[in-house]
Structure formats: structure tokens, C-alpha cells
């Protein structure tokens, strides 16, 4: 689900479950009540400023669909505008890891230290890799992780 706070899971028991019941799992889940909640498969409904500007999203208006008849399954993206507030669940609290801040021996230096050694029998013979692959990862860790 996609609203105004960002993106949160709804578990559901499948695809086969109405638009009311998609609703009610919203509210137990998210704590949004049934009649604030507008639902649409079309993201301009975040764009929505005026309740009249809602009136618009009809696609999941009727309550009795079914969201396998929409094509909506697991990992579909469905839009949520809603009025009113809401105190949102925050996730686990981050604690930093490993050694930061803390006093270490020159043993303990070089105990956490990786050697890299030749390696005097290969595992492989040759590598033979597709350089629209190549290309492709390249691009996909530039874009997400860089």
C-alpha cells in the first residue's frame, strides 16, 4: 500500500479477497478507519487534494470486487488516500554495529584482519560472461546502491 506516509505491507490471504475485505485488513493493519480509507490501482490518487478530486478514483469503489479481477496480486502496488491522522509504527531501533567507539588491541587488529593469499588451484578454468549481463548489473548497482 502507497499513501501519504510512504510505502507499508498488508498481509492478505491471497488475491481472492474483495476490496471490502482488502479495506478491513487496511484498518486492522494500519489503523485507518474503513470510511476514511480511498483505494485506486492509479497513482494520481496521491496527487488528490479535495475530497471532490477523490471522486474520481472509482476503480476500487465497488466493494463486492474481487482483486484477482483486477489483476491484483502479490506485490502489487495499491494506492491509499485518506483522511485524518495517524501515529505510524516506527521500525526497530538502529544501534551501531561493529567496533565503533571501541578500544581495540593491536592483537585484536590483527585477529579482524582479512588476508587475501594466492590462490595456487583455480576452482574454474575459464569464465565467459554476457556483456549485456555485465552491462545490465552494472547499471542495476549503480542505480540502487551507488
Do not use: W
Not at 470510511?35 to 475530497?51: E, G, W
Not at 491484483?72 to 495499491?78: L, Q
Not at 544501534?95 to 565503533?100: D, M, Q
Amino acid at each position: 500500500i502507497r499513501s501519504r506516509d510512504g510505502l507499508e505491507r498488508v498481509t492478505a490471504d491471497g488475491a481472492h479477497i474483495t476490496v471490502s475485505q482488502l479495506k478491513s485488513l487496511i484498518e486492522e493493519q494500519l489503523q485507518i478507519p474503513l470510511r476514511n480509507q480511498t483505494l485506486s490501482t492509479n497513482r494520481d490518487l496521491l496527487l488528490a487534494k479535495t475530497p471532490t478530486d477523490l471522486l474520481a478514483f472509482t476503480d476500487l469503489s465497488d466493494p463486492n470486487l474481487r482483486l484477482s479481477s483486477l489483476n491484483i496480486g502479490h506485490g502489487s502496488m495499491v494506492y491509499l488516500a485518506y483522511e485524518g491522522e495517524r501515529t505510524i509504527r516506527g521500525g526497530p531501533a538502529v544501534t551501531p554495529a561493529g567496533s565503533f567507539g571501541r578500544k581495540m588491541t593491536v592483537d585484536d587488529l590483527i585477529a579482524r584482519q582479512m588476508r587475501v593469499t594466492r590462490q595456487e588451484k583455480s576452482h574454474c578454468d575459464s569464465v565467459s560472461v554476457d556483456r549485456d549481463c555485465a552491462n545490465a548489473f552494472q547499471h542495476y548497482v549503480n542505480e540502487s546502491l551507488a
